[in-house]
């Protein structure tokens, strides 16, 4: 794969990595970084990149596994804001605007692998799916996804 058509793959795939930057990262500046480093570690892991699975499935595994190492190397300071950046507020709801801040802030509650597997489950990827990305067997995604549904309502009812 060539420049361009690695560039197409990220256009392609964008909605993704901005997705995963969204959930670890709280400032725009960091999450501009985050997309940059994915895309950076996209290019580096391409060779290795053998077409067993979907480009959608390859594409989080790296976004997510260099969310969380970068997080780990930086361990920045944490400042969460009432309110969620980025939302396009003309276009939605007083209503659902804050329902989404709502969850947002819940899913911040959650720690790494939780905001992994239901960011995954969000994009209503399957359990196979899900278990190839994050590294482990299908029955135990529906036992974590189970486990981070109760967390969130309970998160939510607070």
């Known amino acids: 794969m060539d420049e361009r058509q690695f560039l197409t793959l990220i256009a392609e795939h964008q909605g993704i990595i901005h997705k995963v930057c969204r ?76 329902r989404q801040e709502r969850l947002f802030a819940a899913l911040k509650q959650l720690d790494d692998a939780e905001k992994a597997i239901i960011t995954l489950y969000f994009e209503e990827l399957s359990y196979q799916e899900i278990a190839a990305v994050i590294g482990i067997n299908e029955n135990y995604v529906g036992v974590k996804l189970n486990r981070i549904k109760n967390k969130i309502q309970k998160l939510l009812k607070l």
């Open 23 to 98: 959930l670890y990262r709280d400032s725009r500046e960091d999450r501009e970084d985050l997309f940059q480093e994915i895309a950076y570690q996209l290019w580096r892991a391409l060779p290795s990149f053998r077409g067993r699975a979907k480009q959608s499935t390859w594409i989080y595994r790296v976004a997510l596994n260099t969310a969380l190492a970068s997080f780990r190397k930086k361990k920045p300071e944490i400042a969460y804001s009432a309110v969620l950046p980025d939302l396009p507020e003309a276009q939605q709801s007083e209503e659902l605007a804050l």
